[in-house]
């Protein structure tokens, strides 16, 4: 089940925070990871106006959870745009490097997800990946800052040096 602002601000004077996830955003679509305007829209829903005398959820209460990895699509290069992508993969910070020395794509800012991009073809297949590079984490650590929460990382080592 979903739990939105409401559920969450049952719970609120009983801990000491929450830590929200804000990336695996397209779900196995060709996609940004993060896009920072859905990121936004996550914290703004949790720190909503309390109802029925609920404790309100407080900014030092939520932390931002950022991606230090990005995501791989490949699909065959006789797919269409919309197709879905036949193969996913997470993609860490030395694999995005390699691929970037490899193959040197364009690294391409998506500045509606504030996310980089890069496209290549290989063997047959489209490639596009997704990365937070160190702009886009920037970015995300400027949002934490203006809306007064902190930031949680699921794991330190994952991204680019």
Known sequence: PHA???HLQQIAASISGFSLMTYDFSAGNVGPNGPITWQEQNVDELLTTAKDGAVPV?????????NFYGY????PESASKSSR??????VMGEAFR???????????WQEKYAEHRIRY???????TIY???PAALSIRIQVA???GVGLSIWELGQGMD
């Open 4 to 6: 939105d602002s409401a």
């Open 121 to 127: 073809k290989e063997g047959g297949l489209k490639h």
């Open 85 to 90: 992508p036949t193969n996913v993969q997470a």
């Open 131 to 133: 990365y937070p590079t």
């Open 72 to 75: 791989h699509y490949t699909k």
């Open 145 to 147: 800052e203006r809306l």
């Open 98 to 108: 390699q691929i970037l020395k490899k193959h040197r794509p364009k690294l391409v």
């Open 58 to 66: 407080m900014p030092g209460q939520v932390y931002l959870g950022i």
